[in-house]
């Protein structure tokens, strides 16, 4: 008898809560692979972009010759 009349009104609560969790975990995980799928395309010239400004950054310190610089240049993009 350590509930009593309160744990009446406690356990559909409890009930209502859980199933509200678990459809707030499907809902978000389908909008994350919706979302990365979308935004793809922008993150790959992002990082190909920063992988060209640090070519550069490398060539202008003369890590890498011209003819490295220009055939890394050509398969990065």
Do not use: N
Not at 22 to 42: D, G, K, L, M, N
Not at 54 to 72: N, P, V
């Amino acid at each position: 008898m350590w509930f009593g009349w309160g744990f009446m009104f406690m356990g559909p609560l409890c009930l209502i809560l859980i199933g509200a969790a678990i459809y707030y975990f499907i809902t978000s995980a389908s909008r994350r692979e919706s979302c990365s799928v979308h935004t793809y395309p922008q993150q790959q010239g992002h990082y190909s972009g920063r992988a060209v400004e640090i070519l550069r950054e490398r060539y202008a310190r003369g890590e890498i010759t011209k003819a490295q610089y220009l055939q890394m240049k050509d398969e990065l993009q």
